[in-house]
């Protein structure tokens, strides 16, 4: 073991023991071993304990765990630490310039034990309010967390769809006269991803490489594979103009999907193709979009006729958004202007309730005047509509945390749960199925509160949570947050099976917040929606006739 690798187990060791609060001095001595040990020019390893002694800031406590360290690969102490310590937490002490003073800070008056909900809980704005942070502080972690996550090999969608881009224009404009494409999972839209793909007809890839933009790591015949300044691995594809259809298509799919087309196709050779609607043509199957093509059963229903997939342009509503009245940076004014000047012709604002303490939650009186605000607001800004709605948290035993009095004044609700994620897939179930229960319920929220990369969200029966919804006529909520995109698209196909809609809404803390309900349509438009089973594809008219409806059950 290195130098740097033990001095690197000290450094955690005091990180660690200054979370927990623990001796400051013996913090302060694990991290000087730290500081020489890196110093150290001779492996620690050749040398002998008098050797070590005399290297300053060395006692006999740190050399008796220089030779544990040397002789098992592990500190036993460090060990006792790791195991007191969330995982998350652990992971979070690994984002550089996040020490563990702030870590212990945001985990234990947040609750926050993962990347994950500290990435939300900064899309959520709920770091602005801690003693010592702000709305800069909490800008400079969302960056730092960024590049902690490329640094693990996987990345979500919507955190690399802008650099994606730019790389795509950087390729269009070394090579103009050629067909450029995504492939792969991008094109596919995954929400999680390992890398970048495109392909270009007609031109040598490795032009592009080699320069502050993409850097060569391989080659390997018509593949070049780099990473772009960012670390970000990019792979592309090459192939001669008249084959880019043949190569477009085969390098979209997954191998699931490619080798069940290649059984059932009418014609097995798909080479030489200049577009992928030929090779469609070819193989006597349906156009499938890239979005679709994960696995092998979408060729059969390909065959007996797939609806058209819902598109951005089919949203026509913003339905789950936060103001300032709880935890939004922009006001419920701007918030309402900017969804109405994007074009959606109403907006639903539902800032937390009161048991999201955490959040600002709403309490009553401050409920009664945002709906007062509200009244006013619609006067002004007629046709556009604000509806009058809030996220409701789902309590430990499934009720919501309003009384049936003043969760009848709302318009709609979204129910949801923040708190007290830990539990079995059966009591998990039954809280969520609780709550769909409820006849104020109208929407259910993020359904698993799933965070991708970060945390799996809890066990639930799905089946039995759309089944609930189905029988009450519950909409299904897409949360659209690419940090969430819960629930996720591959129950989709059931949830439209049973006839429950699904709402794509953003989950806006901001203004921009808002432009996240493209990567809910993604997401839908994998799970295979169509406009029709959109619940916020409903106009304006068609949405209060839903909501007359509705309250008719009360």
């Not at 320069?211 to 960012?230: A, C, P, R, V, Y």
């Not at 949830?495 to 432009?515: M, T």
């Amino acid at each position: 073991m290195s130098n740097r690798e033990i001095a690197n187990l000290f450094n955690l060791l005091a990180d660690l023991m200054t979370l927990h609060e623990e001796n400051p001095f013996k913090i302060r001595s694990y991290s000087n071993a730290y500081i020489q040990l890196r110093k150290l020019e001779t492996p620690v390893g050749d040398m002998s304990d008098e050797e070590i002694s005399q290297v300053k800031g060395i006692g006999k406590a740190i050399r008796s765990k220089i030779a544990e360290i040397l002789e098992t690969g592990k500190m036993s102490t460090l060990e006792e630490y790791k195991t007191k310590t969330p995982p998350g937490i652990q992971d979070m002490v690994g984002i550089k310039g996040l020490g563990p003073k702030k870590i212990r800070q945001l985990w234990k008056e947040l609750e926050i034990e993962s990347v994950g909900e500290l990435l939300y809980a900064c899309n959520e704005n709920r770091l602005i309010s801690l003693s010592g942070f702000g709305l800069k502080t909490q800008d400079d972690i969302k960056k730092k967390i960024g590049y902690f996550l490329q640094s693990k090999g996987k990345f979500l969608f919507g955190r690399i769809e802008a650099e994606a881009k730019d790389i795509f224009q950087f390729v269009k404009v070394k090579f103009p006269w050629s067909d450029i494409s995504f492939t792969g999972a991008f094109r596919r839209r995954d929400p999680v991803l390992s890398r970048i793909d495109i392909i270009v007809s007609g031109g040598n890839p490795a032009e592009v490489f080699d320069n502050e933009t993409l850097i060569l790591d391989s080659q390997e015949k018509q593949t070049f594979s780099g990473k772009t300044e960012k670390g970000t691995p990019v792979t592309i594809h090459a192939c001669e103009p008249e084959e880019f259809g043949s190569k477009l298509f085969k390098t979209t799919g997954t191998r699931a999907f490619l080798e069940a087309f290649l059984k059932t196709a009418q014609a097995s050779d798909f080479t030489g193709l200049k577009t992928e609607q030929e090779v469609f043509e070819k193989a006597g199957t349906p156009y499938i979009q890239p979005e679709l093509r994960e696995t092998a059963e979408i060729i059969e229903k390909a065959n007996t006729g797939l609806p058209a997939l819902v598109d951005e342009k089919d949203i026509r509503s913003v339905l789950h958004s936060h103001t300032t009245y709880s935890d939004g940076l922009h006001s419920l004014r701007e918030m309402a202007e900017e969804a109405r000047d994007l074009g959606y012709e109403y907006i639903g604002i539902t800032d937390h309730s009161k048991t999201a303490f955490y959040a600002n939650g709403l309490s009553e009186e401050r409920v009664a005047e945002q709906m007062a605000e509200i009244d006013e607001l619609n006067q002004e800004l007629a046709p556009f509509k604000i509806f009058k709605g809030i996220e409701s948290d789902i309590l430990y035993d499934g009720t919501l945390d309003y009384a049936p009095e003043v969760l009848e004044k709302f318009d709609f609700i979204i129910a949801s749960i923040h708190s007290q994620l830990k539990m079995d897939k059966e009591k998990a179930t039954s809280r969520l199925i609780a709550a769909i229960e409820n006849p104020y319920t109208t929407i259910l929220g993020h359904p698993t509160s799933r965070l991708l990369l970060s945390r799996e969200g809890y066990p639930i029966d799905h089946k039995k949570v759309i089944d609930a919804c189905a029988e009450k006529g519950v909409i299904l909520e897409l949360n659209a947050n690419p940090i969430r995109l819960d629930v996720d698209y591959t129950w989709i196909p059931y949830a439209v099976e049973k006839g429950v809609k699904i709402s794509v809404n953003p989950d806006a803390h901001s203004k921009e917040g808002i432009q996240h309900i493209k990567y809910g349509v993604f997401a839908a438009r994998k799970g295979g929606l169509s406009p029709t089973m959109c619940f916020n594809s409903l106009n304006l008219a068609e949405f209060e006739e839903f909501l007359r409806n509705r309250r008719k059950q009360f």
